[in-house]
């Protein structure tokens, strides 16, 4: 999907679905979601059979599990492809791979809205502030601030987001 048709698409998917929950989300998209321990994985999306999987790490604190899910998700809507040929994982949040990149955008786009970031900017917040009020990671924020600047908003960003701080 082009990047800049992301932020259309997950409208058409609050409004479908009624939520932003990636928890709902995944159980009305029929996605099965499992615990694993893995090393430093997070998260990871499969297609076995024409069945979609999505495996959480154990230990994710309630936050990251809810961003690196939706990540996930945003792979079933996007890459269902790609992991049909078994390709069981992307280049892990890697910005320069374009599934990792529309996956970021997608859970930015699908946990922050448009009203949040600019009700928290008109208050003077930072980026790390809007973060820590929406209980998500910065770099998820900058990245949503990103889809907004090329979507015609002016934020001066000084930081460029890195693709892979879920990963970290």
Known sequence: MLRDKI???????KKQYRTND???LAKYLGI?????????????????????YIFLH????????????MHEIGHDFFHKDLAEMGLQEFSLYDMTSKPEMEANVFAANMLISDEDVMFFAEQGYTSAQVACE??????L????LMDMNRRG???NLTDI????FLGR
């Open 22 to 24: 990636p928890y709902m």
């Open 161 to 164: 987001p890195r693709a892979d």
């Open 153 to 155: 908003y002016m934020f």
């Open 32 to 52: 099965e979601v499992s615990y694993k321990h893995f090393g430093n994985l997070k998260g990871m999306y499969t297609r076995v059979n024409r069945c979609s």
């Open 134 to 139: 929406l209980s998500v990671p910065n770099q």
């Open 7 to 13: 932020y259309d698409f997950t409208r058409k998917v």
């Open 58 to 69: 154990d230990e994710l604190d309630e936050a990251t599990e809810r961003v690196v899910l």
């Open 141 to 144: 924020v900058q990245i949503k």
